[in-house]
């Protein structure tokens, strides 16, 4: 059994109805989803943390990490439950010695065997690799292969995140690869969030089983 789970990332607006659709997400993915990153851009510290706020609370009522996107001193403002640093993001070393031991540190890897060595040496909680498939919620170059997971869950412990352009139809081979989480977002928030959660839910499901 692949214990395989979804981490939900937010759209970039996350105002007016988005907590409901929070709730309803969380609520329909069968326990799956386990983490939920908070990814706003162009607010101001004050503006960000009136809109995490619901959310954050949102996800305590659910034991889902609360984790902000590439804000170190947002993150410690918030007490959320980790942070997600990109390559220009910050060291992880830094993040810990301002969030604390508890915190979850997550740090983007591209498609670098590298890169995420070096993260796990520096305390990361956990690596992401990605983009995996064309993505429109993030564009980006990098472009690993299933067999990068496949490799990284049988060498290491620190789990990992498959990310970029995952869905219900294409997540199989990643979850049969290793992945601990599957990073997802557009194909949860661009229709029906219930329906997609469920979906997602009944392929990992799936490739667990194959």
């Known amino acids: 059994m692949i214990d395989c789970q979804l981490y939900l990332i937010s759209p970039l607006d996350v105002s007016g109805a988005f907590p409901d659709r929070l709730s309803r997400a969380l609520d329909a993915g069968g326990g799956r989803a386990t983490a ?9 510290q004050h503006e960000a943390a009136r809109l995490a706020e619901p959310l954050q609370g949102i996800c305590a009522q659910r034991d889902v990490a609360f984790i902000v996107n590439d804000d170190v001193a947002l993150a410690k403002r918030l007490g959320a439950d980790g942070v997600h640093l990109g390559q220009g993001d910050g060291d992880p070393k830094e993040a810990r010695e301002e969030l604390g031991r508890e915190a979850q540190i997550g740090v983007t890897c591209h498609a670098s065997r590298h890169l995420a060595m070096e993260a796990g040496e520096a305390g990361a909680d956990y690596v992401a690799f990605g983009s995996f498939f064309p993505s429109t919620t993030k564009a980006s170059e990098h472009r690993p292969e299933p067999d990068l997971l496949e490799w990284w869950s049988r060498v290491f412990e620190i789990p990992c995140v498959a990310i970029g352009g ?45």
């Open 36 to 44: 939920f990153q908070f990814r706003v851009k162009g607010v101001d």
């Open 166 to 210: 995952i869905t219900p139809a294409n997540c199989g081979p990643l979850v049969s690869a290793g992945a601990d989480f599957l990073a997802v977002s557009g194909a949860v928030w661009s229709g029906d969030e219930q329906a997609a959660m469920a979906a997602f839910a009944q392929a990992m499901e799936r490739a667990a089983t194959d």
